[in-house]
C-alpha cells in the first residue's frame, strides 16, 4: 500500500511544464481539466485547480436566451470565488444568438469564451451545434466572426475553440477548422482526437492533432484518453502540443493533475495521496457541493462524485448502494469518511488497487 516516489526508466533533463498564454493570460502550467457537463461545476474546477490543473473551463452554458433564467444556467455561470481565468463554454449555432450569449457571459464576469464544436451530445447535434457543426464551415465561420466580433473586438476577451477531429472518418476537417479559426482570430484550439461520428468509442488518434499543430500558431491542446502521467507525455511528445486537456481520468481523481504535473516535470511519479488527505479533500469537495447546489440537489448530484471516488476501491458496490440511501448530505458526508478511514490507516496511500479494506464496509446495522 505504500508507493513512495517511483523512478521512471529515465527522469526528464528538461521539464515538460510549460506556461500557456490565452491574451493577456498567462497559464500556470499546461495541464487542464476538460469540460464536462454536469461534473465541472464550480467546486469541482476549483478542486482540480487547487490541485494543480492549470486551466479550467465551465459546462457549456447554452445560447438560448429562454434557458437563462433556469437555475441549471445560473450555476453554471456562478463563477464567485474561482481561481482565475474564468472561462465559460458556450454551445449553439445561430451566430447572432452565440455572440450574444457571449456577451452575456462576459458581464458577468467570463475573462474566456470557449465556443464548443466537439459535443457530440444529442441534445446539442439534433440543433446542429456542438460537433454537428463541424460539417458546415461556412456557419463555422459565422458563428466565429461574431462571437470574435462581440467579446474580443469590443472588450478585449478572447475567444478559443473546442472541436474534434471532423464530422466523421471520411470528413476529418479539422485542418481546415483550425486554420479558419486562427485567421478569424480564435486564441486556443483544444481538439479532441475523434471525429464525431466515433463518439467516445474506439482510441482517440494524435496525428491530426500534430498536423493541426504543425500548421498553426496559436497554442493547442491535445485531448482524447489521456489518463496517466505517462499518457500526457506520450501525447505531448508525439503531437507537440502546448497542453494536455484531462477529463474522465480526472472523475474521482482531481490528483491525476499535481501527478502529471510533476512527472512532466521531473520524469517520476509522484505519491498517490494519503487516506487522511483524501479524507479531507473529499470532505472539502462535498461540503462545497452541498453550499453551491443546496440539500436537496446537493445530496443526490454528490453521489456519481463519489461513486467515482470509491471506484476500484475494497467493498464499493456496497458501500455505494448503502450511500444511495442516505437522505441527508450530513449522513452522506459521515458515511464517505467512515468509509475512507476503513481503508486503512491516515498515512497509508489511497492506491487503488492496492488497498485492502480494514473494517467492515457495512455502514448500516443488517
Ligand atoms: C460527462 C461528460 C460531459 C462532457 N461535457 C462536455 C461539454 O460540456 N463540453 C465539451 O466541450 N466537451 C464535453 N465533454 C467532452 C470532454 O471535454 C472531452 O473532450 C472528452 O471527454 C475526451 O477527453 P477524455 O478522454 O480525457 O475524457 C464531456 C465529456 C464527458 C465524459
Given at each position: 500500500m505504500t508507493q513512495g516516489i517511483k523512478l521512471a526508466s529515465s527522469p526528464f533533463s528538461t521539464s515538460f511544464i510549460r506556461s500557456v498564454r490565452i491574451g493577456p493570460f498567462f497559464l500556470l502550467n499546461n495541464v487542464f481539466v476538460a469540460p464536462m457537463a454536469g461534473v465541472t461545476d464550480r467546486p469541482f474546477r476549483q478542486l482540480c485547480k487547487r490541485l494543480g490543473a492549470g486551466y479550467a473551463v465551465s459546462e457549456m452554458a447554452a445560447s438560448n436566451p429562454r434557458l437563462w433564467a433556469s437555475d441549471k444556467t445560473t450555476r453554471r455561470i456562478n463563477h464567485d470565488g474561482e481561481i482565475e481565468p474564468k472561462a465559460v463554454q458556450i454551445a449553439g449555432s445561430d451566430p447572432a444568438m452565440m455572440a450574444e450569449c457571449a456577451r452575456f457571459n462576459v458581464e458577468r464576469g467570463a475573462q474566456i469564451i470557449d465556443i464548443n464544436m466537439g459535443c457530440p451530445?444529442?441534445?446539442?447535434?439534433?440543433?446542429?451545434?456542438?460537433?454537428?457543426?463541424?460539417?458546415?464551415?461556412?456557419?463555422?465561420?459565422?458563428?466565429?466572426?461574431?462571437?470574435?466580433?462581440?467579446?474580443?473586438?469590443?472588450?478585449?476577451?478572447?475567444?478559443?475553440?473546442?472541436?474534434?477531429?471532423?464530422?466523421?472518418?471520411?470528413?476529418?476537417?479539422?485542418?481546415?477548422?483550425?486554420?479558419?479559426?486562427?485567421?478569424?482570430?480564435?486564441?486556443?484550439?483544444?481538439?479532441?482526437?475523434?471525429?464525431?461520428?466515433?463518439?467516445?468509442t474506439g482510441q482517440a488518434e494524435y496525428e491530426t492533432i500534430a498536423a493541426v499543430k504543425a500548421n498553426v500558431s496559436?497554442?493547442?491542446?491535445?485531448?482524447?484518453?489521456?489518463?496517466?502521467?505517462?499518457?500526457?507525455?506520450?501525447?505531448l511528445q508525439i503531437t507537440g502540443a502546448d497542453a494536455v486537456m484531462i477529463g474522465r481520468a480526472a472523475q474521482g481523481n482531481p490528483w491525476i493533475f499535481r501527478e502529471i504535473?510533476?512527472?512532466?516535470?521531473?520524469?517520476?511519479?509522484?505519491?498517490?495521496?494519503?487516506?487522511?488527505?483524501?479524507?479531507?479533500?473529499?470532505?472539502?469537495?462535498?461540503?462545497?457541493?452541498?453550499?453551491?447546489?443546496?440539500?436537496?440537489?446537493?445530496?443526490?448530484?454528490?453521489?456519481?462524485?463519489?461513486?467515482?471516488?470509491?471506484?476500484?476501491?475494497?467493498?464499493?458496490?456496497?458501500?455505494?448502494?448503502?450511500?444511495?440511501?442516505?437522505?441527508?448530505?450530513?449522513?452522506?458526508?459521515?458515511?464517505?469518511?467512515?468509509?475512507?478511514?476503513?481503508?486503512?490507516?491516515?498515512?497509508?496511500?489511497?492506491?487503488?488497487?492496492?488497498?485492502?479494506?480494514?473494517?467492515?464496509?457495512?455502514?448500516?446495522?443488517?
Amino acid at each position: 500500500m505504500t508507493q513512495g516516489i517511483k523512478l521512471a526508466s529515465s527522469p526528464f533533463s528538461t521539464s515538460f511544464i510549460r506556461s500557456v498564454r490565452i491574451g493577456p493570460f498567462f497559464l500556470l502550467n499546461n495541464v487542464f481539466v476538460a469540460p464536462m457537463a454536469g461534473v465541472t461545476d464550480r467546486p469541482f474546477r476549483q478542486l482540480c485547480k487547487r490541485l494543480g490543473a492549470g486551466y479550467a473551463v465551465s459546462e457549456m452554458a447554452a445560447s438560448n436566451p429562454r434557458l437563462w433564467a433556469s437555475d441549471k444556467t445560473t450555476r453554471r455561470i456562478n463563477h464567485d470565488g474561482e481561481i482565475e481565468p474564468k472561462a465559460v463554454q458556450i454551445a449553439g449555432s445561430d451566430p447572432a444568438m452565440m455572440a450574444e450569449c457571449a456577451r452575456f457571459n462576459v458581464e458577468r464576469g467570463a475573462q474566456i469564451i470557449d465556443i464548443n464544436m466537439g459535443c457530440p451530445a444529442k441534445k446539442v447535434c439534433n440543433v446542429a451545434a456542438g460537433s454537428a457543426l463541424l460539417q458546415d464551415e461556412k456557419l463555422v465561420g459565422h458563428i466565429l466572426d461574431a462571437v470574435i466580433k462581440a467579446v474580443t473586438v469590443t472588450n478585449n476577451v478572447p475567444v478559443t475553440l473546442k472541436f474534434r477531429t471532423g464530422w466523421n472518418r471520411q470528413n476529418k476537417n479539422a485542418l481546415a477548422i483550425a486554420r479558419m479559426a486562427e485567421s478569424a482570430g480564435v486564441q486556443m484550439l483544444t481538439l479532441h482526437g475523434r471525429t464525431r461520428a466515433d463518439l467516445y468509442t474506439g482510441q482517440a488518434e494524435y496525428e491530426t492533432i500534430a498536423a493541426v499543430k504543425a500548421n498553426v500558431s496559436i497554442p493547442v491542446v491535445a485531448n482524447g484518453d489521456i489518463d496517466s502521467p505517462e499518457k500526457a507525455h506520450h501525447v505531448l511528445q508525439i503531437t507537440g502540443a502546448d497542453a494536455v486537456m484531462i477529463g474522465r481520468a480526472a472523475q474521482g481523481n482531481p490528483w491525476i493533475f499535481r501527478e502529471i504535473n510533476h512527472y512532466l516535470r521531473t520524469g517520476t511519479h509522484m505519491a498517490a495521496p494519503t487516506i487522511a488527505e483524501a479524507r479531507k479533500v473529499l470532505r472539502e469537495h462535498l461540503l462545497d457541493h452541498y453550499a453551491f447546489y443546496g440539500e436537496f440537489t446537493g445530496l443526490r448530484t454528490a453521489r456519481k462524485h463519489i461513486g467515482w471516488y470509491v471506484s476500484d476501491l475494497p467493498g464499493e458496490e456496497i458501500f455505494r448502494a448503502q450511500m444511495n440511501q442516505m437522505q441527508t448530505c450530513e449522513e452522506q458526508l459521515a458515511a464517505v469518511d467512515y468509509y475512507l478511514a476503513s481503508l486503512g490507516h491516515d498515512q497509508d496511500y489511497l492506491d487503488r488497487g492496492a488497498v485492502t479494506i480494514n473494517a467492515h464496509p457495512f455502514l448500516l446495522a443488517a
